[in-house]
């Protein structure tokens, strides 16, 4: 259907929010290779990185320029 996701861990305070960047990071370069752009379809953070780890899931997909 078009749509991917990508899955990541941060632990400790100073991490809180990097692996959403490098979340977006990733799913930018993957659509580049395709000449392509992202369109974010849904991000979902759960936990607390500072406590016991966040976790995000960041679904997308490839769309034309």
């Given at each position: 259907?078009?749509?991917?996701?990508?899955t990541?861990?941060?632990?400790?305070?100073?991490?809180?929010?990097?692996?959403?960047?490098?979340?977006?990071?990733?799913?930018?370069?993957?659509?580049?290779?395709?000449?392509?752009?992202?369109?974010?379809?849904?991000?979902?953070?759960?936990?607390?990185?500072?406590?016991?780890?966040?976790?995000?899931?960041?679904?997308?997909?490839?769309?034309?320029?």
């Amino acid at each position: 259907n078009g749509r991917y996701m990508i899955t990541g861990r941060a632990s400790g305070g100073l991490n809180a929010g990097k692996e959403t960047t490098a979340a977006t990071k990733e799913a930018n370069a993957f659509c580049a290779k395709q000449s392509k752009q992202v369109v974010q379809q849904n991000l979902d953070k759960t936990g607390n990185a500072a406590v016991f780890g966040e976790n995000i899931s960041l679904t997308f997909s490839c769309e034309p320029k």
